[in-house]
């Protein structure tokens, strides 16, 4: 279990470098490398945990562990969901406050959108708004980008934890059965 988390804690980890270059083919291989070290930990965990369950319990303690996992899995959708959105405006406006449209770069985007507006029959007016748009829809992106980098990094750190906390699992014993049950059992065995 702890080579499972690890692979998903450092592969999470790398997910925080993506960019909006980032080939989809070093994606998928991460994904890949994820997606096994998933399998990994979550096997090991539900059988560890199963085998600590009486026999005659085990179809409750599936179905506990079924909707245990919904929930979890819902509320860290909200979590992200809300984390992402709140990020995206957060870089958004960082990087909105350092854009100066009096630069030389500034300059030659307005020539040239002044220029390509022109060429449309467009207005002076309208071709500033054209270029203006074209930043936020840039800028939303590259925010966009950066939100989800840290929606990684958190969800490397949640991982993190999970591989600190598995340290302290120890093999235990299966829970004995129920003396009753065991009684029933035998009672049905023999007639």
Not at 175 to 188: G, K, Y
């Amino acid at each position: 279990m702890l080579i499972g988390l690890a692979l998903v804690t450092v592969t999470t980890y790398m997910m925080s470098d993506f960019t909006e270059m980032t080939p989809f083919y070093v994606m998928s291989l991460l994904m890949v490398f994820r997606g096994i070290g998933m399998g990994l930990s979550m096997i090991t965990a539900t059988t560890a945990g199963m085998a600590t369950v009486p026999l005659s319990l085990i179809s409750k303690a599936s179905a506990l562990r079924n909707v245990i996992l919904q929930i979890a899995a819902s509320l860290g959708i909200a979590m992200f969901t809300t984390l992402m959105q709140h990020r995206q405006v957060f870089h958004y406006a960082n990087m909105a406050a350092l854009i100066n449209l009096n630069t030389a770069d500034g300059i030659a985007l307005q020539k040239w959108s002044a220029g390509l507006g022109a060429g449309m029959g467009w207005l002076s007016g309208t071709s500033q708004i054209a270029s203006l748009a074209l930043i936020a829809k840039k800028l939303a992106m590259f925010s966009m980008v950066e939100a989800i980098d840290d929606c990684f990094i958190v969800a490397a750190a949640i991982c993190l934890m999970a591989v600190f906390f598995s340290l302290f699992l120890k093999g235990r014993n299966p829970v004995q059965e129920i003396p009753e049950i065991q009684a029933n059992q035998r009672l049905l065995s023999e007639n």
